[in-house]
């Protein structure tokens, strides 16, 4: 693949208008109208179209998340690991902790926060791997920190690091557009500009759409649930919409500021801030329970990994699996080519050995981190203290967090203090997660264009609070999980053949680099 070749093309395909920029509207369009004008039907076939997955497709979502835990391990640790992203010698844009700080923004910030608490106290009440332990025990509650870990841990970033890393690699080593159908170029040769190029743009255009539209949706319900706690403001979809509306508007002006400014800001406030809520949560929490949970989670994680990760339930009748691991898995692909393309955006200059292991070491981590402070505050409260964390989940999953708060041993306005920073932390993630998915589509829509029009941007940033609203009126929380679920299926298709392009590529740059190695000229 001639650089020169594609730089042309990629000149070709950002100076005329796509089809892209006319069809993905007219569907996201459509797919609004459907909703609000038939939003029974509209639940319902949600519905139908989740258990369908759940229920028949359960093995194929698991199989395909283990099987890029496996790639991009393996793949950092060949020879392949010392290639960069970009020019030889190339060195990263952004700093360590700008870097770090983006992509964990962007990833799961959001979507974190609300389930930290809401999640391990829903296992903790039943799960499939409870076996001998009694429910509420002290054994149940590490089985649900386990099972909550497992959803948010390596298997979801290893994903990220591939998708990143397929599309930064065609990018910054072959000179494509920084689209999804690039990444097929080794298979499709030029056609990647045509039909079938514009199609597997379009699935990742819907991806993100729906798969940044169900964060939005979970954290207008949590962010909800914190102006109750802090103003008394009424819990109802009504006020969830309006606060998708304002805070979308905030999101689509950061967007047209760009990576370097508003989206960069926003990242390394939302990583000082997670900072200033953990510390308070282990200096007025059981902190000596919380260090020496972490460290035990971490290790229980890893031991029970390979168990968790490869069962498939048969039984049709326990929908748990399909309300959970399925569910986690389809998010994890619908967001992928959303957070593929932001982390590729960001990530230029890093071989591909360091890329991976930031990518997929370091949130791991702080995700761990976060799960176990978060997480064992709550179980403490439950099993050494008064409770009452469980029923709250019961009674409201997005009230979990603000009441783990309000039963901490905290004086009445640390506790104010807290839950302000927390509902603060929903509206930054918030915005980040939007503005930066705003930017991500508008470069797929306009064939690799990093720098769209503010119209552009303007739009999709607005369709992707619009399509979480809707969500949220025809169908709640069921509507925004099987939105991910859905669309990760068609999606899933492609990432499988972007990964064999990769492969492809990077097999025939070994054999060329291998042929013009010095010793190989001496061989000669």
């Given at each position: 693949?001639?650089?020169?070749?594609?730089?042309?093309?990629?000149?070709?395909?950002?100076?005329?208008?796509?089809?892209?920029?006319?069809?993905?509207?007219?569907?996201?369009?459509?797919?609004?109208?459907?909703?609000?004008?038939?939003?029974?039907?509209?639940?319902d076939l949600f519905n139908?179209?989740?258990?369908?997955?759940?229920?028949?497709?359960?093995?194929?979502?698991?199989?395909?998340?283990?099987?890029?835990?496996?790639?991009?391990?393996?793949?950092?640790?060949?020879?392949?690991?010392?290639?960069?992203?970009?020019?030889?010698?190339?060195?990263?844009?952004?700093?360590?902790?700008?870097?770090?700080?983006?992509?964990?923004?962007?990833?799961?910030?959001?979507?974190?926060?609300?389930?930290?608490?809401?999640?391990?106290?829903?296992?903790?009440?039943?799960?499939?791997?409870?076996?001998?332990?009694q429910a509420l025990s002290?054994?149940?509650?590490?089985?649900?920190?386990?099972?909550?870990?497992?959803?948010?841990?390596?298997?979801?970033?290893?994903?990220?690091?591939?998708?990143?890393?397929?599309?930064?690699?065609?990018?910054?080593?072959?000179?494509?557009?920084?689209?999804?159908?690039?990444?097929?170029?080794?298979?499709?040769?030029?056609?990647?500009?045509?039909?079938?190029?514009?199609?597997?743009?379009?699935?990742?255009?819907?991806?993100?759409?729906?798969?940044?539209?169900?964060?939005?949706?979970?954290?207008?319900?949590?962010?909800?649930?914190?102006?109750?706690?802090?103003?008394?403001?009424?819990?109802?979809?009504?006020?969830?919409?309006?606060?998708?509306?304002?805070?979308?508007?905030?999101?689509?002006?950061s967007a047209l500021t760009?990576?370097?400014?508003?989206?960069?800001?926003?990242?390394?406030?939302?990583?000082?801030?997670?900072?200033?809520?953990?510390?308070?949560?282990?200096?007025?929490?059981?902190?000596?329970?919380?260090?020496?949970?972490?460290?035990?989670?971490?290790?229980?994680?890893?031991?029970?990994?390979?168990?968790?990760?490869?069962?498939?339930?048969?039984?049709?009748?326990?929908?748990?699996?399909?309300?959970?691991?399925?569910?986690?898995?389809?998010?994890?692909?619908?967001?992928?080519?959303?957070?593929?393309?932001?982390?590729?955006?960001?990530?230029?200059?890093?071989?591909?050995?360091?890329?991976?292991?930031?990518?997929?070491?370091?949130?791991?981590?702080?995700?761990?981190?976060?799960?176990?402070?978060?997480?064992?505050?709550?179980?403490?409260?439950?099993?050494?203290?008064?409770?009452?964390?469980?029923?709250?989940?019961?009674?409201?999953?997005?009230?979990?967090?603000?009441?783990?708060?309000?039963?901490?041993?905290?004086?009445?306005?640390?506790?104010?203090?807290?839950?302000?920073?927390?509902?603060?932390?929903?509206?930054?993630?918030?915005?980040?997660?939007?503005?930066?998915?705003?930017?991500?589509?508008?470069?797929?829509?306009?064939?690799?264009?990093?720098?769209?029009?503010?119209?552009?941007?303007?739009?999709?940033?607005?369709?992707?609070?619009?399509?979480?609203?809707?969500?949220?009126?025809?169908?709640?929380?069921?509507?925004?999980?099987?939105?991910?679920?859905?669309?990760?299926?068609?999606?899933?298709?492609?990432?499988?053949?972007?990964?064999?392009?990769?492969?492809?590529?990077?097999?025939?740059?070994?054999?060329?680099?291998?042929?013009?190695?010095?010793?190989?000229?001496?061989?000669?």
């Amino acid at each position: 693949m001639a650089n020169k070749k594609a730089a042309t093309l990629l000149s070709l395909s950002t100076e005329k208008p796509s089809l892209m920029s006319i069809i993905a509207p007219l569907m996201i369009i459509g797919f609004l109208l459907f909703s609000l004008l038939r939003p029974d039907y509209a639940s319902d076939l949600f519905n139908r179209m989740r258990d369908f997955i759940t229920n028949q497709l359960s093995w194929y979502y698991i199989s395909v998340m283990n099987f890029y835990l496996l790639f991009v391990l393996g793949l950092a640790l060949s020879k392949f690991g010392k290639i960069r992203l970009g020019g030889d010698d190339e060195r990263p844009e952004f700093s360590n902790f700008s870097w770090l700080s983006m992509l964990f923004g962007a990833g799961i910030g959001i979507g974190i926060l609300f389930w930290s608490i809401a999640e391990p106290l829903t296992h903790f009440q039943t799960n499939p791997f409870l076996g001998d332990a009694q429910a509420l025990s002290p054994e149940a509650a590490q089985i649900a920190m386990r099972l909550t870990i497992f959803h948010w841990g390596l298997h979801g970033w290893a994903l990220y690091a591939s998708v990143a890393l397929i599309l930064a690699y065609f990018a910054y080593r072959k000179g494509l557009p920084l689209t999804i159908s690039a990444s097929l170029y080794p298979i499709l040769g030029d056609s990647i500009y045509g039909p079938i190029g514009k199609a597997a743009d379009l699935l990742a255009v819907l991806g993100t759409v729906f798969g940044v539209a169900t964060s939005l949706g979970l954290g207008a319900q949590q962010m909800n649930a914190g102006l109750a706690t802090l103003t008394g403001i009424e819990v109802n979809t009504g006020t969830q919409i309006l606060l998708i509306i304002g805070i979308s508007i905030i999101a689509t002006l950061s967007a047209l500021t760009g990576v370097n400014r508003g989206i960069r800001i926003l990242s390394e406030l939302n990583m000082q801030l997670t900072g200033v809520i953990l510390a308070l949560f282990l200096v007025f929490g059981p902190t000596l329970y919380l260090l020496t949970s972490f460290a035990g989670n971490i290790v229980d994680y890893i031991i029970h990994l390979p168990r968790i990760s490869t069962w498939v339930n048969n039984d049709s009748s326990d929908q748990w699996q399909g309300w959970w691991t399925i569910f986690y898995w389809g998010w994890w692909i619908a967001w992928s080519p959303f957070c593929g393309i932001f982390i590729a955006r960001i990530s230029r200059g890093r071989t591909i050995r360091e890329f991976v292991f930031g990518v997929l070491l370091t949130p791991t981590l702080l995700t761990i981190f976060w799960i176990s402070v978060f997480g064992n505050t709550a179980f403490h409260l439950e099993l050494f203290g008064d409770g009452g964390i469980v029923a709250a989940v019961n009674t409201d999953t997005t009230s979990a967090l603000f009441t783990t708060i309000s039963l901490m041993a905290m004086a009445k306005i640390m506790a104010l203090i807290t839950a302000s920073i927390c509902t603060l932390m929903l509206i930054t993630y918030f915005v980040t997660s939007a503005d930066s998915a705003t930017l991500v589509i508008c470069t797929l829509v306009t064939g690799g264009n990093q720098s769209p029009s503010p119209v552009t941007r303007v739009f999709w940033g607005s369709s992707i609070g619009a399509v979480a609203a809707v969500l949220l009126f025809s169908g709640g929380l069921s509507a925004l999980q099987t939105a991910s679920i859905v669309t990760a299926l068609p999606f899933s298709v492609i990432l499988l053949l972007a990964t064999y392009g990769l492969c492809k590529s990077l097999y025939q740059e070994g054999k060329t680099a291998d042929a013009n190695s010095p010793s190989a000229g001496e061989a000669i």
